[in-house]
């Protein structure tokens, strides 16, 4: 008998699910405390935060090198600590710095990742073809890495990675350090994975990569999640577009009273100040921008310069984080 | 068990391949300051040293065993050295974030290391052969000499494999090598027999596993079997418990970085 039962819809279990991860060491420095986050699967998902923000040690403790203290982490449902070896048989791993050995060429690499993930010794040199293939590294296999460019390298890296064809990748800081011609072919690859159903957690510092890459995003700063979701949706929540009024040096005295008047200003959501710029959340800037010159006037403020914009990642990091990503 | 041997050589056949593209490095770091200990060093003193005081019929026959200990000694101490660079570049992360059994990276480490140590014992023994060094026990004295070399190589190479895991920066990985290795060559009876030296250094030298593996190997080259055996027998004994020691203190080491 089919009987439609209530209008429950199909969830995917998470392909990633972080528990209240925590990670102290010993001598009493807390890298990450408390992160909790989920990947969907066939997500891009980003973690976003500056340097030291402990993106790269939930990342590690993802992929099973790194014991959490706290918490708990399953990986396409397998525990990262009970069940270390059954996960890092399923994922792949480009980690942040170059781990490459300059003496070995593109193809010795795959080789001996190829043995260290059991591929039978009959398929491993179709499949090396077919990453190679992948990235774009046929013509420079043959070569010892140290005469590889660091986009190569970056190729190759990513290459290494993909060996086990696994179904969730991980990757620390993908296009650190690269310029930008390679970093939009490192880009166009990520697609080209997630396009063939791959699952993708990767770190960044880059503000226009988790934008323009990622499906979801959890902004970590100082070892804890500030927020998660889409970048559309985290930028949506921070309620209206953003006025920024920059003050001619001469009236940065006057920036606070400034900011006072303005937060009683209709259609004014929050503002916040940094020198003599002021960022104004509204609602409507047309609506609201007669009103918040008029006050301008009221104060015996010059403006030097008047911008509006939807907002960016920079200012849904600046409303979690309480500072720019690149105030380091 | 396919699958750790799978694993073990392929790691092993990166350290030759890596060794077979730098040749030079090769060449001048570790088979010639040796092989030079051997000429130099023992033609140079050929005339100082007293025979009756080495008991050999020259100092290079004399020296031949202490230049084989001393081979082993640097090997071993290096062998952690590949490794502290694959730590500081994430390639031994990338390792690790593979399936593999987490003892295979060191095995990988102490299979090669073994290897190359054998080798330049060999070509020690053939350069002092040259010089009219022949090893009276033959073939089966050169076995064992190999063998006496494992065993002590084998705790110096998981000593040198903790330092690399354990150390901030390779600065003070090297400078402990420093450390450790001239001292350990002195204190021993490398370059003179007990009885030549002075008290206090006797004592020490009698503390240090280095003089008990030369005072086997030695008579393996210059006297034969009779004069050998107990003294085998005994670094057997000493050698087993300093690998114990060694690699019951590095374990911690390992089990900390490898997980």
Request: aromatic letters at 8%; proline letters at 5%; hydrophobic letters at 50%.
């Amino acid at each position: 008998m089919n009987v439609p039962g209530p209008s429950v819809a199909f969830v995917a279990p998470p392909t990633i699910e972080a528990l209240h991860l925590s990670k102290k060491y010993p001598g009493g420095t807390t890298a990450v405390e408390d992160i909790s986050f989920h990947v969907n699967p066939g997500e891009v998902f980003g973690l976003l935060g500056p340097n030291g923000a402990g993106k790269t040690t939930t990342l590690r403790i993802l992929i099973t090198v790194l014991e959490p203290t706290g918490g708990t982490a399953r990986v396409l449902g397998m525990d990262v600590v009970k069940d270390a070896k059954k996960v890092r048989q399923a994922i792949g791993y480009v980690p942040q710095e170059r781990a490459i050995d300059r003496f070995l060429t593109g193809r010795e690499h795959l080789q001996l990742l190829a043995s260290l993930y059991h591929l039978p010794a009959g398929a491993a040199p179709a499949r090396i073809r077919e990453v190679l293939q992948l990235v774009g590294l046929e013509d420079k296999a043959d070569e010892v890495a140290r005469n590889y460019s660091g986009g190569m390298k970056r190729k190759l890296d990513i290459a290494c990675g993909l060996i086990p064809s696994p179904k969730v990748l991980f990757m620390d800081e993908p296009t650190l350090g690269l310029d930008v011609e390679s970093r939009l072919k490192i880009w166009a690859h990520i697609r080209e994975l997630k396009a063939r159903g791959i699952t993708i957690l990767l770190t960044t510092n880059y503000l226009d990569e988790a934008d323009q890459l990622c499906d979801r995003i959890a902004i970590i700063d100082s070892g804890r999640v500030k927020a998660v979701g889409s970048p559309g949706e985290l930028k949506s929540g921070l309620g209206g577009d953003v006025v920024t009024l920059t003050l001619a040096p001469a009236d940065l005295g006057k920036v606070e009273t400034l900011a006072q008047a303005l937060k009683s200003v209709n259609g004014v959501r929050a503002v916040s100040t940094k020198q003599n710029l002021l960022d104004i959340r509204v609602a409507s800037p047309a609506a609201t921008l007669p009103a918040i010159l008029t006050a301008v006037n009221a104060q015996g403020c010059h403006l030097d310069f008047v911008d509006y914009h939807r907002p960016r990642l920079d200012d849904v990091f600046l409303a979690h984080a309480g500072r720019r990503i690149k105030d380091e | 068990m396919e699958a750790y041997l799978q694993e073990v050589g392929a790691l092993t056949m990166r350290w030759v391949k890596r060794l077979s593209r730098e040749k030079f490095s090769m060449l001048f770091t570790l088979f010639q300051p040796m092989v030079f200990w051997l000429i130099f060093f023992g033609n140079l003193f050929q005339r100082t040293a007293n025979p009756q005081v080495v008991q050999a019929p020259s100092y290079i026959a004399f020296l031949a065993a202490g230049v084989v200990v001393m081979t082993i000694l640097n090997n071993g101490l290096a062998g952690g050295v590949d490794l502290l660079f694959d730590k500081e570049n994430g390639f031994l992360e990338r390792l690790m974030s593979t399936p593999i059994s987490r003892t295979s990276v060191i095995m990988s480490r102490f299979l090669f290391v073994m290897t190359i140590t054998s080798l330049q014992v060999l070509v020690i023994l053939g350069v002092a052969y040259l010089f009219g060094v022949h090893p009276v026990t033959g073939f089966g004295g050169i076995a064992v000499i190999i063998f006496i070399g494992l065993l002590f190589g084998v705790g110096l190479t998981a000593i040198s494999m903790a330092l690399a895991f354990s150390v901030k920066s390779h600065g003070d990985f090297f400078s402990m090598l420093g450390f450790l290795s001239l001292p350990m060559i002195f204190l021993s009876t490398a370059l003179v027999p007990l009885p030549a030296m002075p008290h206090w250094m006797a004592f020490l030298a009698q503390l240090n596993p280095m003089t008990w593996a030369i005072d086997a190997i030695r008579p393996l080259i210059l006297t034969g079997w009779s004069d050998a055996l107990p003294k085998i027998g005994i670094v057997v004994v000493i050698m087993v418990v300093f690998d114990s020691l060694c690699l019951w203190g590095a374990s911690r080491a390992f089990r900390k970085t490898l997980g």
